[in-house]
């Protein structure tokens, strides 16, 4: 009989259970049957990303402990008969991460990920594109998203500042952009990087740019209006002392309204690492 169904792990090879006690040294958890089931191809295959290897590691170990505990804990809340297989194109990569990832909200996110490839019902959500988006952004970044993947239907309202010569009907030059709802809702770390964390999460096409601000925000760009005239007005002083520095040359300053919400691909992209 195999040992990992005397411990109730499922039917672990024993590269595969050997691996399994050093992520979680009490295998006598009831709750770790879920964890084998679903890893079970994984762990048989973690040779190939010499992940037994890293273990060896005390800091890595722990760091990894930490964070599959977490998706212990997770995959726990859904029934046995629910628990599929993780398929190795995503299961590889993620473990590999959650053993190098420090930050918590980032890593919430990889254990996310790997719960919804561990369930029949919600593997399909889980694409190994996703990987390569979340190795790729940062901790604030990770809070937009979090933002988004609970408040899909309240996108972030941004004006953006323009200056054309007036009367001329030529470029125009955008000087700055203020967003009016992001700061109350996302406690970003670098508030100065706005513009360019939705550039790059808009490189991977998570995010997609809407004209004007919906009808349905109205009241939050009224409750904004005192502060959006005063921004106004600091940049049309600012475009005026630029008289005297360039030939006498008359700016106009423009504004332009937009709200960014989540593309249908960032639609898939929340699914993936949404639990319930």
């Known amino acids: 009989m195999n040992l990992g169904d005397v411990?109730?792990?499922?039917?672990?090879?024993d590269n595969g259970l050997e691996l399994i006690k050093l992520i979680y040294p009490d295998l006598a958890q009831p709750a770790l049957k879920k964890v084998g089931m679903a890893l079970e191809t994984v762990l048989d295959l973690s040779n190939t990303i010499l992940l037994p290897l890293k273990l060896m590691n005390e800091k890595v170990r722990m760091n990894g402990e930490r964070h599959l505990k977490s998706y212990q804990e997770k995959l726990n809340s859904y029934p046995e008969e629910s628990i599929g297989s993780v398929p190795p194109e995503i299961g590889l990569p993620v473990l590999d991460e959650l053993l190098r990832v420090?930050?918590?909200?980032?890593?919430?996110?990889f254990t996310n990920l790997l719960v919804n490839a561990s369930?029949?019902?919600k593997s399909k959500f889980a694409h190994p594109s996703f990987i390569h988006i979340l190795k790729n952004i940062s901790v604030d970044?990770?809070?937009?998203?979090n933002y988004y993947k609970d408040q899909r239907n309240m996108p972030i309202l941004v004006i953006n500042y323009l200056k054309s010569r007036e009367n001329w009907q030529g470029e125009m030059i955008g000087?700055?952009?203020?967003?009016?709802?992001?700061?109350?809702?996302?406690?970003?770390l670098y508030k100065e990087n706005r513009s360019f964390?939705?550039?790059n999460l808009s490189k991977f096409g998570l995010f997609e740019d809407g004209h004007n601000f919906p009808h349905s925000m109205s009241s939050v760009v009224e409750n904004k209006g005192a502060e959006i005239l005063s921004e106004e007005k600091r940049l049309q002083e600012l475009i005026d002392n630029e008289v005297t520095n360039e030939n006498g040359i008359i700016y106009?300053?423009?504004?332009?309204r937009s709200h960014i919400y989540l593309s249908d691909y960032g639609k898939e992209f929340v699914k993936s690492i949404s639990v319930n």
């Open 175 to 188: 000087i700055s952009e203020f967003f009016i709802n992001l700061d109350e809702n996302i406690d970003l």
């Open 7 to 13: 411990l109730g792990v499922g039917k672990l090879s």
């Open 252 to 256: 106009s300053l423009h504004d332009v």
């Open 102 to 109: 420090t930050n918590e909200e980032i890593a919430d996110l």
């Open 197 to 199: 964390y939705f550039q």
């Open 141 to 145: 970044e990770a809070r937009i998203i």
């Open 119 to 121: 369930l029949i019902e």
